[in-house]
């Protein structure tokens, strides 16, 4: 593939983890995504073969890049720490109001149903992942699946509520729950 048409490739891609974040992966057409991109749909099919096939990348790219964040933290903490840690960073304002790297699960898991069954292969994939990152031993799997439950519900429902003091008690509440 030449240079020109891996970089048009990563702005579509891009566009596409945008509108994905802030509205789920059924929602936006492919002019919009393109339009974003700075290119038209006639473009398109040189790079992707489906709209779903756009969508379940820039959603496999976005969950990969959400758990090098949390391989990022000091690995010499314990996993509860982590989790710890995982949750203040998760359930903040900061990450709830946040765009274009915002987690994907709340604008998504709600239409995984409906979608093609490779976008659930990938959300299991990546809740098997974390959830062995987050619990560092086999016997602490089951608290961190209920603390990823958790802090995916907690951020979906603050992001649902929008900015505001219910929105940040919700949070707050949340993060408690993972302590």
Same mark, same amino acid.
């Given at each position: 593939?030449?240079?020109?048409? &891996?970089? &048009?490739?990563? !702005? ?6 945008? @509108? ?5 992966? #059924? ?8 339009? +974003? +991109? ?18 379940? $990348? +820039?959603? /496999? =790219? ?5 758990? =090098? ?8 903490? %314990?996993? $509860? ?6 949750? @203040? ?10 765009? @274009? ?12 149903? /409906? ?19 987050? @619990?560092? /031993? ?5 608290? +961190?699946?209920?603390? #990823? ?9 603050? /992001?649902? #509520? %929008? ?5 940040? !008690?919700?949070? !707050? ?7």
């Amino acid at each position: 593939m030449s240079a020109k048409k &891996t970089k &048009t490739r990563e !702005r579509i891609l891009g566009a596409a983890t945008a @509108a994905l974040i802030q509205r789920g992966p #059924l929602e936006p057409g492919l002019g919009e995504v393109m339009a +974003a +991109a700075g290119l038209t749909v006639g473009g398109f099919y040189g790079h992707f073969e489906s709209k779903d096939s756009l969508m379940l $990348e +820039a959603f /496999r =790219q976005l969950l990969e890049r959400r758990r =090098q964040m949390l391989r990022q933290l000091d690995d010499s903490l %314990g996993a $509860e720490e982590r989790r710890v840690l995982a949750a @203040a960073f998760y359930l903040s304002r900061k990450h709830r109001d946040a765009g @274009a790297d915002a987690c994907p699960l709340p604008s998504t898991l709600a239409e995984v149903g /409906r979608l093609p069954e490779p976008f659930r292969t990938v959300l299991i994939e990546h809740v098997e992942l974390l959830v062995a990152e987050l @619990a560092g /031993r086999p016997e602490d799997i089951d608290k +961190a699946l209920a603390d #990823l439950a958790l802090m995916v519900g907690g951020l979906s429902l603050a /992001r649902a #509520l %929008g900015e505001g003091e219910l929105s940040d !008690r919700v949070l !707050r509440a949340a993060k408690s729950a993972v302590l």
